[in-house]
């Protein structure tokens, strides 16, 4: 199952570690964050290294839908009763600002860059749409009300917010890469103070960037009970309509739709990793209902790191790890997340004051109600007595039929019939799967 971004595309191709090295910036996985993060550092002049343990854009990158929006489902009216309006008016300044760098960059490349309006709707919540507008203008962001008539459901209503985009990742990404020092194939085994020992050789810095999508150190930050993966799917669809936006269900579990050329991609059926959910099915039977002689051309699935409040940790790993840093739990909207990343992170490293740092910080107050859920999921996969588990904690492992892999509910790792690994935060195949 390939993405349509992945279909056709010549990969890039960098060459595995083979001895020790030294260099100021050490920047661990190969995704989106990972990139944006070199690439930002090299053009500051510092020295860094990026590894990749598979090759680049493998992962959750080459299965996005990618949007480049400031919004995030309905966030910004429940950030100013959190965050009160000054909090929530950097979060959605970090948007602006990553929107306009990659309008910027998207110039020097040429990856289908396209603006886009882009729209929150719901199915019933007229109430909480209007609160969003008025959120939204009280920050400064200019939206309005539509009843996003274009789609083949009717809804309660939509957000709007115009001037927003879209655009190709990967070849985005691979003209980025030009020019950095990646690492493909080169796992990081351990890390010590000023030192990662990767399955190439020891890698000798003074920071450290962990851009793994799941933090894979569990000593560190609590990363295992501040996030959880949410699965979703896509399907490629032919002769359907062209929507002329971006779009996407105020709900977890609702609907996304935004043309690729011709086609029209449409996301949903999402759910917990590891717990039953609607699936391609529940897309395949909502595009025969509402689209005429419509063909599937591609399917692929993807999952996301959610976080407790839905804003991403980004900035130092720990209180107890100075030089060492994470980007993580993106919610579903990787691609400002991970541009918001590579300036916060750089302006860390080099010790420059960010207004953002508070907001993203993933030291912040893990007092949610998320982290019942996530401690009660985690309770009930340790207690579960079926095998197989999982090597990360220990976990029991649920069978997905439909993508014929082992899923972990409590943390998200997943893995192929085989055995092999598909998806962290576990680190290691896991042996013994039919």
């Not at 090295?21 to 190969?30: E, F, S």
């Not at 944006?36 to 990749?52: P, S």
């Not at 080459?62 to 489902?73: F, M």
Request: include cysteine; glycine fraction near 10%; hydrophobic fraction near 35%.
């Amino acid at each position: 199952m390939e993405s349509v971004w992945q279909k056709g595309m010549e990969r890039m191709r960098f060459e595995p570690l083979t001895k020790s090295v030294k260099t100021d910036v050490l920047i661990i996985g190969g995704g989106i964050a990972g990139i944006l993060c070199a690439h930002r550092l090299k053009k500051a002049g510092v020295d860094c290294i990026l590894v990749e343990a598979d090759r680049i854009c493998g992962g959750i990158t080459g299965n996005t839908t990618a949007k480049i929006t400031l919004q995030h489902g309905l966030i910004y009216d429940r950030l100013i009763g959190e965050l009160g309006h000054d909090g929530a008016q950097l979060y959605l300044e970090a948007q602006v600002r990553a929107i306009r760098e990659y309008e910027t960059l998207c110039r020097e490349f040429s990856c289908e860059y396209e603006r886009k309006d882009s729209y929150v709707y719901s199915m019933h919540d007229r109430a909480g749409i209007e609160r969003e507008i008025e959120a939204l203008t009280r920050l400064g962001a200019k939206a309005d009300f539509s009843d996003a008539s274009l789609l083949p459901i009717k809804v309660a209503g939509a957000v709007r917010v115009k001037e927003q985009a879209q655009f190709h990742p990967l070849k985005f990404l691979f003209a980025i890469a030009e020019g950095l020092s990646i690492y493909e194939h080169t796992k990081v085994l351990e890390l010590k103070p000023g030192c990662a020992v990767t399955s190439g050789g020891e890698i000798r810095c003074k920071k450290m960037i962990v851009a793994t999508h799941f933090p894979f150190l569990n000593k560190h930050g609590s990363y295992f009970l501040k996030l959880y993966q949410h699965r979703s799917y896509v399907l490629a669809l032919e002769n359907a309509q062209n929507v002329e936006g971006m779009y996407v269900d105020e709900s977890d579990t609702g609907l996304s739709f935004r043309n690729e050329g011709r086609l029209l991609l449409l996301g949903g059926g999402g759910h917990r990793t590891g717990k039953k959910g609607g699936g391609w099915q529940e897309l395949e039977v909502f595009a025969r209902t509402h689209y005429d002689s419509v063909r599937v051309s591609a399917r692929w699935a993807t999952q996301d790191c959610m976080s407790l409040d839905r804003v991403p940790y980004i900035g130092q790993y720990s209180a107890r790890t100075p030089d060492l840093y994470v980007t993580t739990g993106y919610n579903k909207w990787g691609m400002t997340s991970a541009m918001i990343s590579a300036i916060l992170l750089t302006d860390l490293v080099l010790e420059k004051k960010n207004d953002w740092t508070s907001v993203f910080s993933p030291s912040r107050s893990i007092l949610r109600p998320q982290l019942a859920v996530n401690a009660l999921e985690s309770l009930i996969g340790l207690l579960t007595p079926t095998v197989p588990r999982c090597p990360h904690l220990g976990c029991a492992l649920k069978y997905n039929a439909a993508e014929h892999s082992w899923d972990c509910p409590c943390h998200g790792s997943r893995f192929e019939e085989s055995g092999q690994l598909i998806n962290n935060p576990a680190t290691d195949d896991k042996k013994g799967l039919r």
